[in-house]
């Protein structure tokens, strides 16, 4: 058996199969299967949740027809085990509103011709059809339908790509022509899911009007569309168990009446290219937008399912921001559900492996909600409590570690008591804890937050040190302006930043945390030409996680530099590393305790800071343990945490795709 994939892809022809790869990219690989005369085209798509990379199959059939695709999918769910099966291809469509270059998902799938019976004597006899209908995924028909809406970016950027394909592949003549053969089309690609709106599956290509209004008349009236292969494929999928959820994605590629031989007339088989080209790329971005997330995480069987609350942090330390705003509609229950979402952040960093970084052990602060709900996780973790030496201060800390504090590591942070026990002395004393406690996070969380209190002034210094931010504005405040001020088309392209408007993405900061801290290493290569050589520093303690390092960059095509494979027996130790540091693109340190004890590491990444700084050099920097970044200067730079050789694997890739 081959290895499990996430999402069967099935094509009929070559002809849809060469332009589905087209867009797929050079990175799928083909691979023929033993036990049929098939090939398989396999890579991967990654998915919203960085280092959650989606594996995917594409097999063509090199045929149409029910029978084929029902027996070619049996075979192939037996192979793969996917958890979903896509249909991607080309339809007829059986309406006027849907036009050539239009994407459809059916709402069901009727295969027409199953069961039928003749009726009529003498030369006068027709079929009376029964049908099997089969249904396309709940789940992911409902997501498909408000794709616009709940994922914009990504639909957004699936709408652009159609139209640069549209004006590349369709030129003016030939809209010219169409317009002249009484074809006018409305020049923009549109996706139809569902709405009761259904696609008929059978033997036959329709290719005139009378057996399109057979169609619709005998058949199903709500008949969008016609082609030969999806109800062989739903078919097929129902009889396994597990039972694959499953979807047709399809473009339109002309009209099943007279006007289909007017289309190929005139256009010469460009639309065909063009509609399957526009179902691959909707495929495409709807795996980036995470629409083919699976909902029961038993079903998951690869890197493309997602928990969100069994996600690995890449930050080492989350810092949260936050408190009551007065600005939301009902001021009333603004401070329960500040307390709510306090409560589900802190369970969800626990879960995922942060540190906690908090400055008040008070219960009328948000902190306090934030590190119980950390707390009530069960799942070990550290709480750096940032605060005044004060007895009253330590009180209260005592009386949350003997409370909450079984399962965990707490550490205290100890900062100047105020002068006086006037308000203003505390307030001062508070800022300065803050404001150490922001040199220990690696990300900062605001909820809410008065523009009139120290958030204000944290989050500026936050956003000067260009640390990654995670302004949730639906408790308005300091995190609603910065939400709103914050260039995230730039700095974080491709990111739907609108999910920070609701209390549910709360549960998405450990996914979103980690798409910003990516963002922000990239960012340090983002005007530089793909890098061709990398210079892994490790400790030799943690050399399989370099070595894990080392197969990643050598599957995409960068040399990987490891210094105990450079020594060579006529020169100095120290002399050869230097050399093979200063000829790589990027050092990409792999930092432990282990690391901190090397002084050979020590002065890899001392050249390292150096060159980076005089000659633009880039260094990655992997946090493999949790351990503090001694180095001052190391210490600036953005830290990917990463707890196994998985983790890593699934970093560097998500950094260089």
């Not at 992997?622 to 830290?639: C, E, G, H, M, Y």
Request: charged share 25%; with cysteine.
């Amino acid at each position: 058996m081959t290895d499990r994939v996430d999402i069967l892809l099935y094509v009929a022809l070559s002809e849809e199969a060469e332009s589905v790869l087209e867009v797929l990219g050079d990175q799928f690989q083909a691979r023929e299967l033993k036990n049929a005369n098939l090939t398989a085209f396999i890579g991967t798509i990654p998915g919203p949740t960085p280092g959650r990379d989606f594996n995917v199959a594409m097999v063509p059939a090199g045929k149409m027809g029910n029978t084929r695709s029902a027996s070619t999918v049996s075979l192939l769910i037996k192979e793969f085990e996917p958890a979903d099966v896509v249909v991607v291809g080309i339809a007829g469509s059986l309406t006027n509103e849907i036009e050539p270059g239009d994407v459809f998902i059916p709402d069901s799938v009727n295969e027409y011709l199953a069961n039928s019976a003749t009726s009529g004597e003498e030369g006068d006899w027709t079929f009376l059809v029964s049908g099997d209908r089969f249904l396309t995924s709940r789940r992911l028909l409902n997501r498909f339908q408000y794709f616009a809406h709940t994922r914009k970016s990504e639909y957004r950027e699936w709408q652009s790509s159609t139209q640069q394909l549209r004006s590349a592949l369709i030129s003016a003549a030939t809209e010219t022509a169409l317009i002249n053969a009484g074809m006018e089309m409305r020049g923009e690609c549109k996706l139809y899911a569902g709405d009761d709106l259904n696609l008929a599956s059978g033997p036959a290509v329709g290719k005139g009007r009378a057996f399109l209004e057979w169609i619709k008349q005998n058949v199903d009236r709500k008949a969008a569309a016609m082609e030969m292969e999806t109800a062989g494929v739903y078919d097929a999928a129902l009889i396994h168990i597990p039972t694959p959820r499953t979807i047709a994605i399809r473009g339109i590629s002309d009209y099943a009446d007279a006007r289909k031989a007017k289309i190929e007339e005139v256009a010469k088989g460009v639309f065909r290219a063009l509609s399957a080209k526009n179902a691959a790329l909707l495929f495409i971005h709807a795996v980036k937008a995470g629409l083919f997330e699976v909902e029961n995480l038993s079903a998951a069987h690869s890197g493309g399912s997602t928990d969100p609350e069994r996600l690995d942090s890449w930050a080492r330390s989350v810092y949260v921001i936050g408190g009551e705003t007065g600005e939301t509609a009902d001021v009333d229950s603004e401070l329960p559900q500040l307390h709510r979402a306090s409560l589900k952040l802190g369970t969800v960093l626990a879960r995922a492996g942060a540190h906690l970084v908090v400055c008040s052990p008070f219960p009328d602060s948000a902190d306090y909600y934030v590190a119980m709900g950390y707390a009530d996780a069960n799942g070990g973790g550290t709480i750096h409590f940032h605060s005044p030496t004060h007895p009253k201060v330590e009180e209260k800390r005592q009386l949350f570690r003997r409370t909450f504090g079984a399962n965990l590591m707490i550490q205290d942070w100890d900062y100047p008591a105020p002068e006086t026990e006037e308000d203003g002395s505390w307030s001062q004393a508070w800022l300065l804890a803050q404001l150490q406690a922001l040199e220990k996070a690696d990300v900062v969380v605001a909820l809410g937050g008065k523009v009139s209190k120290t958030a204000s002034t944290l989050l500026h210094l936050a956003e000067a040190k260009g640390l990654p931010i995670i302004p949730f504005a639906f408790l308005g405040g300091v995190a609603k302006r910065i939400y709103r001020r914050r260039d995230w088309g730039r700095l974080n392209p491709g990111f739907d930043a609108t999910i920070l408007e609701s209390e549910g993405s709360v549960e998405k900061a450990v996914s979103i945390a980690n798409r910003l801290v990516r963002d922000r290493v990239r960012r340090s290569i983002a005007h530089s030409p793909k890098p061709k050589t990398i210079f892994i520093s490790v400790a030799r303690q943690d050399s399989a996680m370099g070595v894990a390092l080392d197969d990643v960059l050598m599957s995409y095509g960068i040399e990987a530099v490891l210094g105990e494979r450079e020594i060579v027996s006529d020169q100095l130790i120290p002399t050869t590393i230097e050399q093979a540091i200063r000829r790589s693109d990027i050092v990409a340190v792999l930092w432990s305790r282990f690391y901190a004890q090397s002084p050979w590491c020590y002065d890899e990444l001392a050249l390292a800071l150096s060159l980076e700084a005089l000659s633009g050099m880039k260094v990655w920097l992997f946090n493999l343990d949790d351990s503090s970044i001694v180095p001052t200067q190391a210490r600036k730079l953005p830290v990917i945490s990463v707890r196994s050789e998985e983790g890593l694997r699934y970093a560097v890739k998500d950094l260089l795709s």
